[in-house]
């Protein structure tokens, strides 16, 4: 009985955070990833102490927050701009909607004519 409530856990913890991470910047996939490893290697530890379901809970959250901390940090070091090509020209900030819907702004260079 144990082993299949750990299971479980396990199981609800990762599809759960599978629903509500959003996947399309480093954070989101930081926070999807980090939630199922903690979730799993909280359950197994809670399992231990004879609480697989809140050593899941916990560990799910603790992961989920790390994930998100450490992909949120590479998305920053990815927007770090080149600097700019020797052509002249000039950045323009550009609205761009992704095709799940959501929108973020972009900052490309565009030479000038």
Known sequence: M???TLA??????AALALVLAGCET???EGALVGGGLG???GAIIGGAT???AGGAVIGGAIGAASG???GDQADQRNRRQAPPPRE?????NRIVQTQSGETHEERVWVPDR
């Open 39 to 41: 979730a799993g290697a």
């Open 8 to 13: 479980l856990a396990a199981l609800g913890i």
């Open 68 to 70: 998100a901390v450490i």
């Open 2 to 4: 144990r082993k299949l």
């Open 50 to 52: 004879g609480h697989p």
């Open 88 to 92: 002249r020209g000039h950045y323009e």
């Open 26 to 28: 480093r954070a989101g």
